[in-house]
């Protein structure tokens, strides 16, 4: 292992993240109601420039009134080359109690954007006397955001998660998808003719190279790496084939835009039973060792090596944060 030790955002369930905009009052109670890990209100693309102002009032008056139970609270604030987002980070402050957790940056570009947003959050909350500190979640979503993803990764303490958003990026980089976190049968290769002549063609995953630098930028800086959304929500096979292949890669969740989204997202992020249980076999092995003043310890015929041990540490713990919050 490095000499660097590297300290982990602290452990939240964040399996499914979903988007509720702020204009649409009704879907507040029922995201309250129901099963996803996070909840974040949106005053970015998801409200048009007219109801900016409502939809910041509505979020301020939810986050103080409504009862969101345990679940992680998120806000996403308007872009910093609004002229809405200062406002949105000041009014969350100043007026919406202590309830909120987190705050989602959208199309962040350099780490001199998380620096700014730091910065105003520290001497508003000083201000206000307030006594959690608001932790920072950022969208990596543009070509400049991956560029330069991994001093982004490190800019400030308050930062919780990196999250991917596939229908920006496309934008950004000029990417012809065709749905939002969806496939594209343009991004194929063909393979060789066999003998019959016949040729077949391989979909491949175009999101492959954002997701997984995403994936190294957060885990190498502890933090939480969550996958964007699914957008066609009428096709829960597409987003069960999108999450499963996101938490194969090592995300911890993924963003959903509809009720319909969470459980498939909280059941492919929740780790396999199987594996929680060998899991816990690998730390009951390891403490046995331990009592009995072993240093090298095995299982199974293996030799337990410390990265399965940190593994099984993180997946028992996730386990654990589950059956409490089902
Ligand atoms: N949060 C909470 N509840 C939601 C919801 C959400 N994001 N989306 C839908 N619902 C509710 C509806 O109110 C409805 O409730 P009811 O059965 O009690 O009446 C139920 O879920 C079914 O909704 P449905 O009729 O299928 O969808 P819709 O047409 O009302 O809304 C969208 C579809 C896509 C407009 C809506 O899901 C949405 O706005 N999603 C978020 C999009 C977003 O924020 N995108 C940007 C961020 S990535
Ligand atoms: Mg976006």
């Known amino acids: 292992m490095s000499f660097t030790q590297v300290s982990p955002a602290p452990a939240r369930l964040s399996r499914s993240t979903l988007a509720v905009p702020g204009s649409q009052t009704k879907f507040f109670e029922k995201a309250a109601k129901g099963l996803a890990d996070v909840i974040f209100l949106d005053l970015e693309d998801a409200v048009s420039p007219e109801e900016k102002p409502s939809a910041r009032k509505n979020v301020v008056e939810a986050l103080r009134d409504l009862d969101w139970g345990a679940k992680t609270l998120s806000v996403r604030i308007n872009g910093l080359d609004t002229h809405y987002a200062y406002r949105d980070i000041i009014d969350l402050v100043e007026l919406s109690g202590e309830r909120l957790d987190l705050i989602l940056i959208p199309k962040v570009g350099t780490a001199s954007d998380v620096y700014a947003v730091d910065m105003l959050l520290t001497q508003a909350e000083t201000a206000m006397g307030r006594k959690k500190r608001i932790g920072l979640e950022l969208q990596i979503e543009t070509a400049l955001g991956l560029q330069n993803i991994h001093e982004i990764a490190g800019a400030s303490k308050r930062i919780e998660s990196l999250h991917f958003g596939s229908g ?22 063909l393979t ?14 175009m999101w492959h190279y954002a997701l997984a630098r995403l994936v190294v930028a957060a885990r190498a800086n502890g933090l939480r790496p969550i996958d964007g959304p699914y957008g066609d929500f ?4 597409g987003m069960r084939v999108a999450a499963k292949r996101s938490a194969a890669l090592g ?9 319909s989204q969470i459980a498939i997202a909280n059941e492919c992020f929740s780790p396999p039973p199987a594996e929680v249980e060998k899991a816990r076999r690998i730390l009951a092995a390891m403490e046995k060792g331990r009592r009995q003043g072993q240093g090298a310890v095995s299982l199974d015929g293996k030799l337990l090596d410390i990265a399965s041990i940190r593994q099984a540490e993180v997946l028992v713990k996730t386990a654990a944060m589950i059956e409490g919050a089902s």
């Not at 496309?170 to 194929?188: F, H, L, V």
């Not at 009428?234 to 096979?237: A, L, N, R, V």
Request: hydrophobic residues 30%.
């Open 168 to 189: 920006d990026f496309a934008a950004s980089t000029g990417a012809r998808n065709t749905s939002i976190g969806g496939s594209n049968p343009d991004y194929a290769v």
């Open 192 to 205: 060789d003719k066999d003998a019959e002549g016949n040729r077949a063609t391989h979909w491949q995953d």
């Open 234 to 237: 009428s096709d829960p096979e």
């Open 251 to 259: 995300f911890a969740g993924k963003m959903v835009i509809h009720p």
